[in-house]
């Protein structure tokens, strides 16, 4: 069965047909349904291999993650996958693991499929090291992560601002000795630590060495690191009165230290995270956090990567970046708790 007797027993055009498949926010929705029916119960498959000859697209676009597990990036993907969809694209997820030859490869394997555009939160902390994984002619956007000097496509926050706000947050509900929980040496992990250090001085706070704990994730999960180095944090002769950790993940490994040392939260130990994920509201203390938007992130990065797909010739890379917030919950809200 081919496109031309479906289109004959749909009483639509060949084109019709063709745009249900491939664009179908194109289509009335009646007619869609109409199509969409008849290609079911014929148990149609358009041909991709055949169509990529002719058109030159597979209409799919490579994402790479660190991280499957962290819901954060998995917002993305799933407001991204939305995205594209209405537009008739699909997405082949991969993830890194933190790993940056493993992102390489998955490069590579993503590429080798033909994907009209990559999307990619990366782990390579160089800019000289990162353009040998892509291909000139084929486009791609940096999300969340960026990489100092390159000229790239870029979607995410202001990460300065984001340690920034955290920071100053802490601040404003009554803490003195806030410390810092930072991750890996990647752009959002120095930007947060950046804005920690300018909330701190613009309050004529001191920034203590022994309050910044970089707690490299390696081979243990962001939350266990979090609780180690909380605990870190916590057996300092003069503890912090509050800790600013570079995600959420992070946060609630801090909140079991705490916790399990006997401290309350917030009352002895304040805490803030950043990422707002869906699971916040649902822990012991709910968790303080700053929005980055991760929705927002994903559809303006599907919406630059059709622009990018549809431009004949190369434009001047674009930088989105969405404003974060503070959402603040029980964790941090002292004026409650006096």
């Known amino acids: 069965m081919n496109i ?9 055009s060949i084109a019709t047909v063709s745009r249900t ?5 194109r289509v009335r929705p009646e007619t869609a ?15 991709l291999t055949a169509r990529a000859l002719v058109t030159g697209r597979t209409n799919l676009i490579g994402l790479v993650v660190p991280s499957l597990v962290h819901s954060f990036f998995a917002e993305i993907s799933q407001s ?22 493993i992102e390489r490869k998955t490069l590579t394997h993503l590429l080798s499929r033909g994907v009209d555009a990559l999307v990619i939160a990366t ?14 002619r084929v486009p791609y956007v940096l999300v ?16 300065e601002n984001v340690g920034f706000i955290a920071t100053e947050h802490l601040i404003e509900v009554g803490c003195t000795r806030i410390a810092h929980i930072g991750g890996l040496q990647i752009s959002t992990a120095s930007g947060r630590l950046e804005g920690y250090k300018h909330a701190l001085k613009k309050h004529h706070l001191p920034i203590d060495p022994d309050h910044i704990v970089i707690a490299n994730r390696m081979d243990e999960s962001a939350d266990s690191a979090g609780y180690y180095a909380a605990r870190q944090l916590l057996g300092l002769k003069i503890p912090p009165d509050a ?31 950043s990422g707002n994920l869906h699971l916040d509201t649902a822990l012991r203390v709910p968790l303080s956090t700053v929005d980055q938007q991760s ?28 404003m974060p917030r503070v959402v603040g919950r029980d964790s941090s809200n002292r004026s409650q708790k006096n």
């Open 4 to 12: 031309k007797e479906i289109a004959k027993r749909a009483r639509v």
């Open 21 to 25: 498949i491939n664009a179908p926010h």
């Open 33 to 47: 349904r109409r199509v969409r029916k008849i290609l079911e119960e014929l148990d149609y498959y358009p041909n």
């Open 80 to 101: 991204l996958s939305r995205v594209l969809r209405e537009s008739g694209y699909s997405l082949l997820i991969g993830s890194s693991d933190e790993d940056p030859e």
């Open 123 to 136: 782990v390579q902390q160089t800019k000289e090291i990162f353009p040998k994984s892509v291909k000139p």
């Open 144 to 159: 969340d992560r960026s990489l100092n000097g390159l000229a790239a496509n870029f979607v995410g926050v202001d990460d």
């Open 243 to 273: 800790i600013f950790c570079y995600n959420d993940p992070v946060a609630i490994g801090a909140m079991r230290a705490i916790l399990e040392n006997g401290m309350r939260i917030p009352e002895d130990v304040a805490l803030i995270g």
């Open 295 to 322: 929705d927002r992130i994903g559809e303006c990065t599907a919406n630059l990567v059709m622009d990018l797909i549809r431009e004949e010739r190369p434009k001047q890379p674009k930088k989105i970046l969405l």
